[in-house]
């Protein structure tokens, strides 16, 4: 079959402004001094590497023809003209609140079938609260929020703390720092105030939730769907001192490839009963929100012990090689699955979607 791959690649300045920061040494205290970071250090997190365009070029090569098309202005001409049979969609977009969207509603304008989530689910999905709505209406566990659009909206802000502050439209802990977690009224202002002069979107203010945090693989549709092996985030492995988040920091700057920290387990160490919690309260969010064949959905527990959703990512990072602990294809290892089955495995969700398979 002939597959289009449709991708975002990295730039050199988001490497080199990531390489600019140093990694903290495991007895730095990151509560007093942690490492400060622009919102030009995460401009390219969602975007793929090249490593990881090639690695899943040469999965689908495995049984399909590929094409690679670079998601930028060049690529409706492209698409129209090379009319792939499906598009292998991992591309995430570069502006506005629908970035993830665009593509996607292309394919749709010009009638080719496409792995993956459609639009109006992947615009909705990177607005959390539009998504904390939806979960919250069909009652779905999730934290209490706020969103603060302006700065007088900041100067009458009130909230409990400890809180957390995240830009409304991002993914990939995009402007999730170790600072995004605050524990006093002025650090809470301080942190949505930087969030909307720096990144130029409302401030999503969020109840912290202080238990045990997990991510979790969906592979599937209907019937089919399944949940891959349950991944915990291991807070403990990270430097001394800084907050029990999965920061910025935490997933691009402290693990590397190189020198990888010990942050996950897989399978996560959950009773049945936990276990079984958490795999339905994803299973009707996926179903809620209206996931296509992959997501992966991020998890934590409040002081009672019961799974909420925190983040639901229909564009799960695919990182190929073992030692970048990318989570989605960590639980696909553990389900039996090697990268290039994993991949080939969400392009035949998406060709039995269009009866194409």
């Known amino acids: 079959m002939d597959v289009a791959l449709v991708y975002n690649v990295k730039k050199e300045e988001s490497t080199d402004a990531a390489a600019s920061a140093q990694p903290l040494s495991p007895d730095h205290q990151a509560a007093h001094t942690h490492t400060q970071l622009s919102p030009s250090a995460d401009a390219f997190a969602e975007w793929d590497t090249i490593e990881t365009i090639h690695a899943v070029r040469d999965a689908l090569s495995l049984r399909h023809s590929v094409t690679l098309i670079e998601a930028d202005e060049h690529a409706y001409g492209t698409l129209r003209a090379s009319r792939p049979e499906i598009v292998f969609n991992i591309a995430e977009g570069r502006f506005g609140a629908s970035r993830e969207a665009q593509m996607p509603a292309i394919y749709e304008m010009l009638n080719i079938p496409y792995t993956g989530s459609d639009p109006l689910t992947l615009g909705i999905c990177l607005d959390k609260s539009r998504t904390k709505e939806i979960l919250s209406y069909y009652n779905i566990p999730n934290p209490k929020f706020a969103v603060v659009s302006s700065m007088s909206e900041v100067r009458s802000l009130e909230f409990p703390v400890p809180a957390m502050v995240k830009p409304l439209f991002e993914g990939s802990s995009k402007g999730i720092f170790d600072s995004s977690l605050v524990h006093s009224s002025n650090e809470l202002t301080a942190q949505v105030t930087k969030v909307i002069e720096e990144y130029g979107q409302p401030a999503l203010v969020e109840e912290f939730l202080p238990g045990r945090e997990f991510t979790v693989a969906m592979l599937g549709n209907g019937e089919e769907l399944k949940v891959l092996p349950i991944v915990e985030i291991k807070f403990d492995s990270l430097p001394s001192g800084v907050n029990p988040i999965y920061s910025y920091e935490a997933k691009w700057i402290w693990d590397q490839g190189s020198n990888p920290l010990e942050i996950f387990d897989c399978p996560a160490k959950v009773d049945n009963a ?54 989605y294809p960590k639980a696909a290892r553990m389900a039996g699955l090697n990268y290039n089955e994993m991949l080939n495995a969400v392009l035949d969700a998406g060709l039995k979607r269009y009866g194409l398979l």
């Open 274 to 327: 936990l276990k079984t919690a958490i795999e339905d309260v994803c299973r009707n969010s996926y179903n809620a929100l209206r996931c296509r064949d992959w997501s992966r959905i991020d998890v934590r527990l409040d002081k009672n012990g019961r799974p909420n959703i925190i983040e639901i990512n229909p564009l799960p990072g695919i990182l190929p090689k073992i030692e970048d602990n990318s989570c």
